[in-house]
């Protein structure tokens, strides 16, 4: 038995935590099975990113004729490219490794930590199986999988989730996904613009859904003039021959009946490579949490108190894990708060307003705060008001589509902001900055002075136009649909 001050699990936003405690002069030790760097680094936002901003640049040359420049795309070594983006990755994993490795005070342990008792654990598997480790603090933050659903026949057909799908060095013929959110719309684009066929098949109406709805609809149009997309559909059966995939998808009723519409017709949709994207869940099934006082909610997830700490004495948890927002920068935040929590002389609770999104496809969507649909659900009152990019001068030189829409309360404090177009996740900051940093209302926008003809302006005429309120804008609402 190995004893320490700290014990991590995981190595994503734990290690800023980690880090901190080693300043301290603290033992750390760190169990981690695999690459470290967590997710986000090896299998989520980076390469991602990474790989959607070739497809970026290569959808930028097939838009060129729109400003009367004749490019053509001559060849696209694909493989190359996502080789370059892994190889860039393991390198960043690596330097973790490395910088873990040659620290007199973190000690690093190879396998899944399973714990025996409250303040022990076991690493099972990897290269340190067996290895039992005490310490007086825990940190829980091993992350979350991708979810797969109940599909018949799902166990026994080869599909792919986002970890191998980043890793594929061929893009197939025909791409079928199947789930609605960021991640199906991500790849969608990264596969669709160097030549997939894609069919989408989601249950929600919308795709994107965690979104503002008007935003969802907007983006669910653009991907159907694209792509082949089943909003409003579950996968209920696959099955593989020959390279070949089928998916049964049945049209699904959303809301309070939610289920299969009964005696609805089925879609049959055929590929050559099926991507489930369809969430993730939580990692604290692997822990043996039964061995310990720490709870996890009906979802799964890891429950802890506003500063992060679990039921169990010493145990803190935060990331992916304890599901409030499945989020980088989420977990780095909450990272933040962990550190001055188990570290300070203070106790202070996770800030989580103001807590911004991003989705990285084409057209971009991002959004922060309340959405119309919670606000009209709960009988709040509130106004809005949407501006078009193109009604600006940089967002016409772009030919850009796309919409900035605001939500105040009627005294003016912003509620929340919503974007579908260029830079979404870029142009959304100077709204989070506002909330957070600023007055949180209106005037932080209208009295900044805003540089012309920048995209930012996009933002300055949604907060400063005339804002309808959302009781009398409902019938509005219903029409758009």
Not at 154 to 160: K, P
């Amino acid at each position: 038995m190995e004893t320490f001050d700290f014990l991590f699990i995981g190595s994503g936003s734990g290690l800023d935590v980690a880090n901190v405690a080693a300043n301290q002069g603290q033992s750390v030790a760190v169990v981690e099975r695999g690459r470290l760097g967590g997710t986000c680094l090896n299998r989520g936002c980076i390469p991602s990113k990474l790989l959607l901003y070739h497809a970026d640049v290569l959808e930028t040359i097939e838009r060129a004729d729109e400003f009367k420049i004749d490019a053509t795309v001559e060849d696209v070594d694909f493989a190359e490219i996502v080789r370059e983006v892994n190889e860039e990755v393991h390198g960043d994993s690596e330097s973790i490794r490395n910088g873990l490795s040659s620290s007199p005070q973190h000690s690093l342990f190879d396998g899944e930590a399973r714990f025996v008792d409250e303040r022990t654990i076991e690493v099972s598997g990897g290269e340190d199986d067996g290895a039992r480790l005490q310490a007086e603090t825990i940190l829980v933050a091993a992350g979350s999988r991708p979810a797969i659903p109940p599909i018949d026949g799902i166990e026994s057909v080869d599909y792919v989730t986002s970890t191998e799908a980043l890793q594929l060095e061929t893009p197939p013929d025909h791409l079928v996904i199947v789930g609605g959110g960021y991640i199906a719309a991500e790849l969608a684009q990264f596969f669709g613009t160097f030549g997939s066929d894609i069919t989408i098949v989601g249950r929600r109406p919308n795709l994107l859904p965690e979104a503002d709805e008007e935003v969802a609809a907007a983006f669910t149009d653009r991907y159907s003039d694209r792509f082949t997309v089943h909003t409003g559909h579950a996968a209920t059966a696959v099955t593989e021959d020959g390279g070949e995939f089928t998916v049964e998808a049945h049209p699904y009723e959303y809301g309070e009946a939610a289920g299969l519409v009964e005696g609805a017709d089925t879609v049959s949709v055929t590929g050559d490579e099926l991507l489930v994207a369809a969430g993730r869940v939580s990692n604290a099934d692997t822990l043996n949490l039964d061995a310990t006082s720490v709870q996890t909610d009906d979802r799964g997830f890891i429950e802890t108190d506003e500063y992060l700490r679990t039921d169990a004495e010493g145990v803190w948890a935060l990331g992916d894990i304890v599901g409030e927002y499945l989020l980088k920068h989420s977990a780095n935040h909450e990272a933040q708060t962990a550190a001055r929590n188990i570290f300070g002389s203070e106790l202070r609770p996770v800030d989580y307003s103001a807590m911004p999104f991003a989705v990285f496809a084409s057209p971009e969507v991002a959004g922060v705060g309340a959405r119309e649909e919670t606000l009209r659900a709960e009988g709040r009152e509130y106004a809005t008001n949407t501006y078009r990019y193109e009604d600006t001068a940089r967002g016409d030189a772009m030919k850009a589509e796309g919409f900035v829409k605001v939500i105040v309360d009627l005294e003016g404090e912003i509620l929340g902001c919503h974007i579908v177009g260029p830079d979404a996740s870029t142009v959304i900051q100077e709204v989070v900055v506002a909330m957070k940093a600023g007055s949180g209302t209106v005037q932080d926008i209208r009295e900044s002075v805003h540089i012309h003809p920048a995209l930012p302006e996009v933002v300055q005429r949604a907060f400063s136009g005339q804002f309808s309120r959302g009781s009398d804008h409902d019938h509005d609402h219903e029409h758009h649909h």
